[in-house]
């Protein structure tokens, strides 16, 4: 807490250094650019675009208060004091500059990838540009490919190095799960490899055990060592036996691996990426492309002079990592202004896990993966079930004068799988906690991550809705027992996105925050018998369970690392668990839909129960959660059918009557929502038109 002080009163004394040399990008290099392509069958814009791709090389003075919060960027530098990175960006623009909107919309890609253009932003003449911010998956950092707007984006930045180059060295933790047979299995975090590789290949100096079960508490069950002599880093399978082929990437089990078993390594490693730079990166990319109109060798800046206003967002892991900027002050630019009006974390209820020594952020909070330290919520807030001083992700950015305006709007499946309600009602789960006015908060009730496909037909078995699971997500998390939940974000998100960019070029407010509260007494413990589950069909009847949903785990990172912050030393792998917090979750209705959210015409008009959640069909992780996979039970057709499966949850036909009722419904649900803000027209319209098309109740 003395540093994060340090930090605060800093950032606020130290602008005066900026006038004589802030870090800034240098230098940019235009590696591509090419006519933006219209998707085949999509009518023509009336506005026609192209995609710049490049490299932005940027240097960064470790001396100013705003770097200096990076860890180890002291052992970072360069012969005269900088430390350099360069990161990868895309522009998406008009070909015609004179028909820009004066929006810039700044996208944080998601493990490098960047989401498509929304074509509602084209037709404003918006202008996206997305940059990179993750070092820990770009490769090594004296390889300096060319960027590419169809590619991955990438940042490149040095490791920490030592007194004299010293080796700087740790270690860390890998997992292997589901996963059977003689080959060799390669040690991943989320979708991604654990990006630090073991000093030595010599297995006496690891740690390998396997599990035959652990719970959402993270007590483990059945841990047995590996010895040494049965295993390898090494590359295997049944053409080349245990030993294998030496790779630093996997490991080759002597008697191989067992879906039922998880498999976790501790090893010792070195040359730590300071991935905090990304933050600082991002930064400077967004600053140049917003303000600037030239690099230091007068290459121009190809938005120049256009740019009025500007939103970042970033969708889950991307959204995460706005958080996480915010918090740490990077809003506050070298120039000691704002580099962005606003900002819009989709999907995402905690901070970044990125700017700590050997951080891992690919990752999404599985079991012994950071994200969840300090305050999650955004006025400061005291936390005494984790003996931490009151703090909030505003805290420094009103230091500065430099907080964005704030849109955040979750599913169900944030709530279940990715650790959400604590920043509403705190660690103790005692209260809501408010809301400053430049923040609003949606929730899009039943939802699975990133909504669902949408439509009616994709809740009808036989029609559209498949008959076998969904896929976990994860690190090879399994199956599901039940079929995908449709429900979907996009027609909620295409009127956020107007209300977000009226709210932030014209001043105009959006709707008042809408989600689950203790005061509407909307929330409660997350297992079945205190939301009201009911006992339906294709599940078991005490599903979900008191340890069903994913806890926030209170860790012991070690003595060197800054919980509030998240910054520091990583040192204890795995991290020891101190305690998990009490988790809530909405309450449901009879249907077993959740309540208390904004107005979406699928759940409004439901053809089903949707649920943020999912349970594991088989293999280590079975009857537990399916990680942050929604799921879907359809309502009966008739009365006699529900009547034989014993569905207490009124069949179609009880509910709407006929195809034309259901039409009706829809028609009052599209209503609604777009009376409240909710719903543009053109998706009311469409709505609609599909319901008539659809096979409902045909």
């Known amino acids: 807490m003395k540093n994060f002080q340090i930090a605060l009163a800093t950032s606020v004394l130290g602008l005066a250094m900026c006038a004589s040399g802030y870090a800034r990008v240098t230098r940019i290099v235009i590696d591509e650019t090419m006519p933006l392509s219209v998707p085949a069958g999509s009518p023509v814009p009336a506005i026609a675009y192209e995609q710049v791709a490049g490299r932005a090389f940027g240097e960064l003075d470790p001396r100013l208060p705003g770097n ?29 500059m004179s028909k820009a909107s004066g929006m810039l919309w700044h996208d944080v890609p998601n493990r490098g990838r960047v989401f498509p253009y929304a074509p509602q932003e084209r037709a404003f003449g918006d202008i996206m540009l997305a940059s990179a911010w993750q070092g820990d998956n770009s490769g090594a950092t004296s390889v300096r490919p060319k960027a590419s707007a169809a590619g991955f984006q990438f940042l490149q930045v040095p490791v920490a190095r030592g007194p004299g180059g010293a080796p700087v ?11 059977s047979g003689k080959a060799s299995q390669p040690l991943i975090v989320l979708f991604n490899p654990v990006p630090y590789k073991p000093v030595s290949l010599d297995t006496s100096k690891a740690r390998l055990v396997s599990r035959g079960r652990e719970n959402q508490r993270g007590e483990v069950f059945d841990e047995v060592t590996i010895p040494a002599s049965d295993w390898a880093w090494a590359r295997c399978d049944a053409n080349n036996p245990f030993p294998g082929t030496p790779d630093a990437t996997q490991i080759c089990l002597k008697s191989g691996f067992d879906a039922a078993r998880l498999y976790q390594v501790v090893f010792s490693v070195a040359d730590p990426y300071v991935l905090g730079i990304g933050f600082a990166a991002w930064r400077d990319v967004g600053a140049f492309f917003k303000k600037a109109t030239a690099d230091d060798a007068g290459t121009p800046n190809p938005i120049a002079k256009t740019i009025t206003h500007s939103i970042t967002r970033g969708i889950s892991q991307s959204g995460n990592y706005l958080r996480g900027w915010l918090h740490l002050g990077f809003n506050q630019a070298e120039d000691g202004g704002m580099v962005h009006d606003g900002m819009w974390p989709i999907i995402a209820g905690r901070r970044i896990a990125l700017n ?35 703090a909030g992700i505003l805290d420094r950015c009103t230091a500065t004068r430099t907080c964005p305006k704030v ?13 959400l309600t604590p920043e509403w009602v705190g660690a103790d789960a005692k209260a809501d906690l408010p809301l400053p006015d430049t923040v609003r908060r949606y929730y899009i009730a039943s939802t699975t991550h990133g909504g669902g496909a949408g439509g009616f037909d994709t809740s009808l078995p036989g029609i559209g809705l498949p008959k076998t699971g969904v896929a976990c997500p994860g690190n090879n998390f399994g199956t599901g027992v039940l079929p995908a939940n449709p429900m979907p974000h996009t027609q909620t998100v295409n009127a956020l996105r107007e209300h977000f960019r009226n709210w932030v070029m014209k001043g105009v407010p959006p709707p008042p925050s809408r989600y689950p509260t203790l005061a509407q007494r909307q929330l409660a413990e997350a297992n079945k018998a205190a939301i009201g589950f009911p006992t339906l069909p294709g599940l078991r009847g005490t599903v979900p369970e008191p340890d069903f949903i994913m806890p926030v785990h209170d860790y012991d990172w070690g003595p060197q690392f800054n919980a ?50 999912n349970v594991a069909a088989g293999g280590f992780h079975k ?39 259901y039409v009706a419904a829809v028609t009052k649900a599209a209503a609604r929502a777009a009376a409240e803000g909710f719903l543009l027209q053109v998706d009311a319209a469409a709505l609609i038109a599909a319901a008539e098309k659809s096979a409902v109740l045909r």
Request: hydrophobic residues 40%.
């Open 623 to 661: 009857d537990q959660i399916c990680y942050y996979a929604g799921g879907m039970i359809p309502f009966a057709r008739t009365a006699e059918e529900r009547k034989a499966n014993s569905d207490p949850r009124l069949s179609l036909q009880e509910r709407y009557g006929s195809h034309e009722g």
């Open 407 to 419: 849109i955040e709007h979750f599913g169900s499946a944030e709530v279940w799988a990715l650790k």
């Open 169 to 179: 060295t740790g270690e860390v933790l890998g997992r292997i799960a589901n996963r």
């Open 68 to 96: 200096a919060i990076i860890q180890d960027i002291e052992l970072a530098k360069d012969a005269d004091g900088k430390v350099r990175y360069v990161a990868s960006f895309v522009i998406y623009k008009p070909i015609d």
């Open 356 to 390: 700590f020594r050997w951080a891992q952020p690919d990752g999404a909070l599985e079991l012994y993966q950071a994200g969840s330290e300090g305050p999650q919520w955004w006025l400061p807030h005291a936390d005494p079930v984790r003996g931490h001083p009151a």
């Open 564 to 613: 509030v912050d998240g910054s520091g030393i990583a040192s204890n792998a795995p991290p020891r668990i101190r305690q998990s917090l009490k988790m809530l979750a909405p309450k449901v209705d009879a249907d077993g839909n959740e309540v208390g959210g904004v107005p979406v015409v699928l759940r409004d008009a439901p053809l089903g129960t949707y649920l943020g959640w």
